[in-house]
């Protein structure tokens, strides 16, 4: 990782830059293969299973068998672990729920708002080196406690052509309807535009490399949903004198280790801080199985020595991490201060990895300093916000003028005479 001291404050911007493909590139990429995926369905995603995944998949959906048969692979404990996960997420997310009030804003005029359930979504899982079995918990859980009726489910299978069996028993647990044996760019064509086997959803939603977050962001300008921006992991850890190098340093390798492309950033008022943390990162690489993974996360990733907290609060600010970490026996007098993160983890204790899991927040989030403008998932994310509205005799008779007004000084007789006509009928 790299050090740098004390920037200047011009210099942030440029800081906090994610390494990224080149546009041009990606662009035609993904165009090339959505097209393909459009015009050719289940041919083209057959051919791109042989391309990219030296795969000769003909039959893309996951069987009841290959399900039953996955359930007794995975272990009781970790059965009752992904049980335990799936209740607090459970938990947080029924919170969410919120009440219909119906609002009188005139006499005769009531107004209210209804949550409705997004009727088709599709879920995006990444398999790969990581298969990601606790998203499906993530997005899967507040899919069915907002009531949709199709939930489908696309994850690439590994070289055997096999899914993960504890995606499958997930995806059973949480009530998944449908599984398919798909991945990247081609999945997402598939849940937007339909194919024989893999049907069209009105949103996607999900985490994944580059070419799956280019997919998506193309696909939602044909009309199809997304829940955000969500590509490669990062996270930003804020340390001071209280903090547990080795936590600190086992909080940003478990952010290295999801992918070479994945960016960790240390932010801290001291070079002691820093040097203490990396002698711990270096010691912790040692005994991870994903080291060679790590390592190149870390290559991209970069400490920062500043002056105070605030300054390294409005640093991350201006990064605007997935994930944000105050690594502090004060962590809570800074939560005013915070205004751009995906989630945050306050205290020595609150490691990220409990978000990823189990604590019940959901993990799917805004990355690439979308945290300034995008929320992540949650139940709100499967629902529509539809408004009502009834206006009575009495109530058409307090603002009908007001509307007469408006109406004429746009030029819009019409909606004038809607009103009109009613008025003199009472």
Not at 1 to 11: A, Q, T
Not at 64 to 69: H, S
Not at 154 to 168: A, D, M, R, S, V
Not at 329 to 356: H, M, P, R, W
Request: charge should be negative.
């Amino acid at each position: 990782m790299k050090i740098i001291k004390y920037p200047n404050r011009k210099d942030w911007k440029n800081l906090c830059k994610r390494a990224t493909l080149s546009e041009s590139n990606l662009d035609e990429v993904v165009k090339e293969v959505l097209e393909d995926v459009k015009l050719n369905k289940n041919k083209a995603l057959i051919k791109y299973a042989k391309k990219f995944d030296g795969l000769n998949i003909t039959s893309f959906e996951v069987t009841e068998e290959e399900i039953e048969i996955a359930k007794k692979k995975v272990s009781n404990d970790l059965k009752e672990a992904i049980q335990l996960a799936k209740s607090n997420i459970e938990i947080f997310h029924t919170s969410q729920k919120e009440e219909e009030k119906e609002v009188i804003t005139s006499e005769g005029v009531t107004c209210w708002r209804k949550s409705v359930a997004i009727d088709k979504v599709g879920l995006y899982i990444p398999g790969g080196t990581a298969p990601l079995f606790s998203t499906i918990l993530m997005l899967g859980v507040p899919a069915k406690i907002a009531g949709c009726k199709e939930i489908i489910l696309c994850t690439p299978p590994n070289k055997k052509g096999e899914i993960n069996p504890t995606i499958l028993y997930t995806a059973s647990l949480v009530g998944i309807t449908k599984i398919f044996k798909v991945g990247g760019s081609q999945a997402i064509g598939a849940m937007a535009y339909g194919t024989e086997t893999i049907p069209n959803v009105y949103k996607i939603l999900g985490p994944g490399n580059q070419y799956v977050t280019k997919a998506k962001e193309l696909v939602q300008q044909k009309g199809v949903a997304i829940d955000m921006p969500a590509g490669p992991s990062e996270v930003l850890v804020i340390a001071d004198e209280t903090s547990n190098p080795a936590f600190v340093a086992a909080d940003l390798l478990s952010q290295a280790e999801h992918g070479t492309d994945s960016q960790v950033v240390l932010v801290t008022t001291k070079t002691t801080i820093v040097e203490e943390v990396l002698k711990e990162v270096e010691s912790q690489l040692e005994e991870l199985p994903r080291k060679e993974i790590a390592e190149k996360a870390l290559e991209n990733s970069f400490s920062v020595v500043l002056n105070t907290i605030e300054e390294a609060i409005e640093f991350s600010n201006e990064y605007a991490p997935e994930h944000l970490i105050i690594a502090s026996d004060n962590a809570t007098q800074y939560i005013s201060k915070i205004i751009n993160a995906g989630s945050v983890f306050l205290g020595n204790y609150s490691c990220e990895s409990a978000g990823d899991y189990a604590s019940g927040t959901n993990h799917t989030l805004p990355t690439n300093g979308y945290a300034k403008n995008y929320s992540g998932v949650s139940l709100d994310s499967f629902v529509k916000k539809i408004t009502f509205q009834e206006v009575t005799a009495k109530g058409i008779s307090k603002i009908g003028k007001a509307i007469e007004l408006m109406a004429e000084a746009e030029g819009l007789q019409a909606h004038k005479n809607a009103v009109t006509l009613r008025l003199k009928a009472i």
